[in-house]
């Protein structure tokens, strides 16, 4: 008898002669771009550094293609939307010590979102590991302590015989559900030294599956079933695993309205009869979702942004479907399914039968979406409004667009319609500021044949300016709106309202359109009414290019804090 772990993959002829007569002159930073190509990587992102350069020696040496950034973290941003875009695992090679470090608000960020993000960083010489206080340039005690709690897993390789396995092993820790950010670290001196091991030729690292137990799924299909008044939360969990077709299967058979989190845009169509669209940070669908007498949750953790600030108190039974077990229940009890989406989705479309016919659910949607409307036109917020719809206007339909954290997105969070699936990124799982033009630049270089938007606030926009030279160094075709209101304007709001006055709230900045002229990037002073002309000049034109805005914009009053 045969058994699966007795099976042996023979080395093909080719094989073998590579093994016997490796080229020369490869070193260890080969052994990592030869495993990145034989895993089926094509494009890497990163930043040299003293103790790196065996990577970046090698990569001379390959076929792999180089996006080099002028900061770590804007670099780690990049990697990030490439791995969203595509569903690889986006490489980003990376020094030691400051280098390292200087990425770690982009893998946070990464870790929040799912994005599957490879970071390779080097690490001083071999002697140095272990503790104590050696007087290396760039030396941390304990470098990947400080990645730990960050990234998904940590591999330190100490030897050059070590480094296709961990990479292999990072790579699939990446891929598996939930995706996420991994954290592999190299010896400067393992890097630089000729290497012995032969040419790396094979890769395969397949992600490990993650199907929901089955008498979870039995239950959770009779709960569905049965509900008078079921509603499904859909989270970025569903966008990641490519399961936006099933969701709208099982959403069509039980005639659940459904509502999108802020990670999960276009996880659901906009224009459906049954969408609730995003608007969490309403009490009246708050109200309505706490109603429903089973509520299937998919690929969300129901975090602040996605219950309404935690005011969403469930009155029904609420079913988890979550492949971060983390998340499980962490907010509120549920049935909790550890899963992929996409498997948990399937596995109910399988089990439960028929179709519910009700009507009354899509008039249901209809009268919360008008209650909506009505609170947001009773605000006279008209200008915030008609600025998304000329972005919309302009923004061709299967482009991407990335968010950065200033009330233009936070507004869109709610009311923009993403048009595709995997369209709408921001920086919402993490916080941070800086996220949109570098995360732009990653989608360009992901998919170049369609332009890509990038929007940031004057705030925002300081923290990855430098980028604008990688824009055209590449020629990358990112189109930069910039909304210039002189400061941090969400925080000068959260201040007045609090405190009656504000406190660092306000800026000095460059004109945005010399700057970008500068660095060889055309660029365009716009207003709203002429900001859908302007915007879709832009866009169609190749290449890199800024539009900036003048304007101070409000955010819309919340309700969390109603009553």
């Known amino acids: 008898m045969t058994h699966d772990h007795d099976l042996v993959l023979r080395p093909t002829a080719a094989q073998t002669e590579a093994a016997l007569n490796p080229p020369p002159g490869r070193n260890g930073g080969d052994l990592v771009v030869e495993t990145l190509a034989g895993l089926g990587a094509t494009t890497v992102f990163g930043l040299p550094g003293q103790h790196a350069l065996g990577m970046f020696d090698a990569l001379r040496r390959s076929d792999l293609r180089y996006i080099g950034l002028r900061v770590e973290n804007n670099a780690g941003f990049a990697a990030d939307a490439y791995g969203r875009i595509t569903g690889e695992a986006a490489p980003l090679l990376l020094s030691t010590g400051p280098g390292a470090l200087t990425s770690l608000a982009a893998l946070q960020e990464a870790a929040a979102a799912s994005a599957p993000v490879l970071a390779i960083s080097s690490q001083i010489p071999t002697a140095g590991l272990g503790g104590g206080r050696h007087g290396y340039l760039h030396e941390l005690p304990d470098q990947s302590a400080s990645f730990r709690g960050v990234v ?233 409004q008609d600025l998304l719809v000329s972005i919309r206007q302009a923004l061709p339909s299967r482009s991407p667009s990335f968010w950065d954290m200033t009330i233009l997105a936070y507004w869109a969070w709610s009311a923009f319609d993403p048009r595709g699936t995997n369209t709408m990124h921001s920086a919402q799982g993490s916080g941070g500021l800086g996220y949109a033009f570098p995360a732009a630049l990653g989608a360009a270089a992901a998919d170049p044949t369609h332009p890509v938007l990038a929007v940031s606030g004057d705030g925002g926009a300081l923290y990855s300016i430098a980028e604008l030279a990688t824009a055209r160094q590449y020629d990358l075709n990112v189109t930069w709106l910039i909304v210039d209101d002189g400061g941090y304007g969400i925080l000068r709001e959260y201040m007045t309202d609090a405190f009656g006055e504000t406190t660092g709230t306000e800026l000095t900045r460059p004109d945005y359109v010399a700057l970008a002229e500068s660095f060889g990037v055309p660029g365009v002073r716009t207003t709203p009414e002429t900001l859908a002309d302007d915007l879709a000049k832009s866009l169609a034109a190749p290449g890199p290019s800024v539009v900036v805005l003048p304007a101070v914009l409000r955010m819309f009053a919340p309700t969390h804090v109603e009553g």
Not at 153 to 176: C, D, E, G, K
Not at 268 to 286: A, G, K, V
């Open 152 to 384: 998904k897993s940590v591999h330190t390789v100490r030897t050059q015989s070590q480094i296709p396995s961990a990479i292999a092993a990072a790579w699939q820790s990446a891929l598996t559900a939930p995706h996420g950010p991994v954290w592999v670290e190299i010896p400067q001196d393992v890097l630089l030294a000729e290497t012995l091991v032969p040419v790396v030729t094979g890769g395969d690292a397949f992600p490990e599956e993650l199907p929901p137990r089955p008498e979870l799924t039995a239950l959770a299909a009779h709960l569905l079933s049965s509900a008078a008044r079921p509603a499904i939360i859909a989270g970025g969990g569903v966008v990641r695993a490519d399961a936006a077709g099933k969701l709208r299967q099982l959403a069509e058979r039980l005639s659940a309205p459904v509502v999108t989190t802020f990670g999960g845009k276009g996880a659901f169509p906009w224009t459906h009869p049954l969408s609730l669209q995003s608007w969490l940070e309403d009490r009246h669908t708050t109200d309505f979702l706490e109603d429903a007498d089973v509520l299937l949750v998919v690929g969300s953790g129901l975090g602040e942004l996605s219950s309404n600030y935690h005011t969403f108190k469930p009155r029904g039974r609420v079913i988890q479907i979550e492949a971060d077990l983390g998340k499980l229940e962490s907010n509120h009890p549920a049935l909790g399914i550890h899963a992929d989406a996409r498997l948990a989705l399937q596995a109910l479309l399988e089990t439960i039968e028929g179709t519910r016919g009700d009507e009354s659910a899509r008039g249901r949607v209809r009268e919360v979406l008008d209650r909506v409307r009505e609170r947001i036109d009773s605000q006279q917020l008209t200008l915030e």
